[in-house]
């Protein structure tokens, strides 16, 4: 089927070669109109190979349901760790992003009255579990907001999470990365040396992580991330990646934070949220009763694809391919259409936000941004994800900052002053594995043409 070896994961980036690798690779998914699929944000598609052993599986299992497990979870996450950087005991198997960050968040062993500081840029359904956490063990929920102009660089993100840390009394320090209002990923290796020089805890949302970088977790600095199975990693539906920092690493030699298991079958697992030595955190994390097991193995499949296609050669064309679209949006629309950093390498990533529109009241309009989205899609068959959490974002009724924000923006803040700075309604899309530049010309023509016809 598909050549994977052919060359071009070191050394320079020649784009036609790439292209004509990836259009290859592309040839593995069945997703139809796949030149106009721009949202691995949302839902990636499995390889052909690896959908057609999962219904071998389902089948099966249809057929034996007693054998319930396909293959031994502890082969699945190996193949998972393996890839992403990690020991297998830092590896659990989730059911996606939301279920390792719930686990993560209810398993952190919090006192009343600490504080958990989080970037502005959260995910709802994040905010949802910080929210419901924070009430339940009484904590102040403190953002940093994330300068995204299109010059910022890595360190003032830095500088704005420190000046909201309350030591003694941040005990979590939360982010996505990359996040997802806006695309940008955030210095998570910084984040992780500020926050260990704190003694806090890094908990990270890595929902577009996994399959879109070339993922070294144990490198990363970070305790927890969440991650999810079936966006850009292409595994599918109801399957996550949760690692937990299970040794002291070069990268963050901090003693283990205490971590309860929320959800746990592992009548031998320590009770109290210790951690001993030898405690294999990511089996006990895994174990849960019976899953459908051709689920978990496929995760595991579509995991060694991407290895054998080469994270970093992925990560590298994911990454060339977003910077050619934000250009192209420039050219067509004007500075003003980006909205993220674009300067700095380390706050780019695959996932690109714009706005089109020219005038400012244009691009705060949410009735306009869904008449194009609309159009856009109906007429061109393009579907892009749009708006931030805007007021139902951290800061809400009846909290006085709360009517500062609009239906749609980006619920963000000042790095220096903390004063809410909401920012103009993103359209969202991604550059997977499967596009190439042509896609992205012949996408871009569509907004134009949709914008001309909306405005
Ligand atoms: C940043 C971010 N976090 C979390 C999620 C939820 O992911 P999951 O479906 O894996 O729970 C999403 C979904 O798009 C997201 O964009």
């Known amino acids: ?49 690896v959908l057609k052993n999962y219904k071998k599986g389902l089948d099966r299992i249809a057929k034996d349901p007693r054998r319930v497990f396909l293959e031994k979870t502890e082969v699945t ?31 952190i062993d919090w006192r009343r009255d600490e504080e958990i500081l989080c970037s502005t840029l959260e995910y709802p359904n994040c905010i949802a579990t910080i929210r419901r956490v924070a009430c339940r063990f009484g904590l102040t929920i403190r953002q940093f907001g994330v300068p995204s102009r299109h010059d910022t660089h890595a360190e003032e993100i830095v500088e704005s999470a420190r000046r909201g840390i309350v030591p003694g009394k941040t005990k979590v320090m939360f982010f996505s990365a990359p996040a997802q209002p806006n695309g940008m990923m955030l210095p998570f290796r910084r984040l992780a040396r500020l926050a260990q020089h704190y003694g806090i805890i890094t908990v990270v949302d890595g929902a577009h ?58 009548l031998h697992a320590p009770i109290d949220g210790s951690r001993p030595l030898d405690f294999d955190i990511g089996a006990a994390l895994s174990h849960y009763g019976f899953p459908e097991s051709a689920d978990l193995r496929a995760l595991g499949e579509a995991c060694e694809i991407w290895d054998r296609a080469g994270r970093a050669r992925i990560e590298r064309y994911i990454l060339w ?42 691009r705060r309009d949410l009735q306009l941004a869904h008449r194009f989205n609309a159009r856009l899609s109906r007429k061109y068959g393009y579907r892009l994800g749009y708006g931030g959490i805007g007021l139902n974002g951290f800061t809400r009724d009846p909290e006085p900052d709360a009517g500062r924000f609009y239906e749609g923006c980006v619920p963000n803040r000042n790095a220096l002053t903390n004063e809410p700075e909401p920012e103009d309604i993103p359209f969202r899309f991604g550059t997977p594995v499967w596009i190439n530049r042509k896609d ?11 914008l001309d016809s909306v405005a």
């Not at 193949?79 to 686990?103: F, L, M, V, W």
């Not at 600095?221 to 040794?247: E, H, M």
Request: net charge neutral.
């Open 321 to 362: 391919l977003a910077d050619y679209a934000r250009e192209k949006l420039v050219a067509v629309f004007g500075e003003h259409a980006l909205l993220q950093a674009c300067k700095d390498e380390e706050l780019k990533s695959g996932l690109v936000a714009f706005n089109p529109f020219p005038e400012k009241e244009q």
């Open 440 to 450: 992205i010309d012949r996408f871009i023509k569509a907004c134009r043409k949709t």
């Open 77 to 107: 996450r190996e193949k998972i760790a393996k890839g992403y950087g990690a020991r297998a005991d830092e590896i659990a198997i989730s059911r996606n992003t939301t279920d390792a960050i719930s686990q993560v968040l209810y398993g």
């Open 209 to 266: 992580y996994g399959g879109m970088f070339n993922p070294r977790l144990d490198d990363t600095g970070i305790d927890f991330w969440g991650i999810s199975g079936y966006k850009w990693q292409c595994g599918p539906g109801g399957t996550g990646i949760l690692y937990v920092r299970n040794a002291l690493l070069e990268s963050n030699n901090t003693p283990l934070p205490r971590f309860n298991l929320v959800r746990s079958a592992d």
């Open 1 to 49: 089927m598909f050549n994977f070896s052919s060359g071009g994961d070191e050394g320079v980036f020649l784009p036609e070669r790439e292209e004509a690798y990836f259009s290859g690779f592309a040839r593995m998914f069945k997703i139809s109109n796949i030149d106009r699929y721009f949202l691995p944000t949302q839902k990636g598609s499995m390889p052909i190979p």
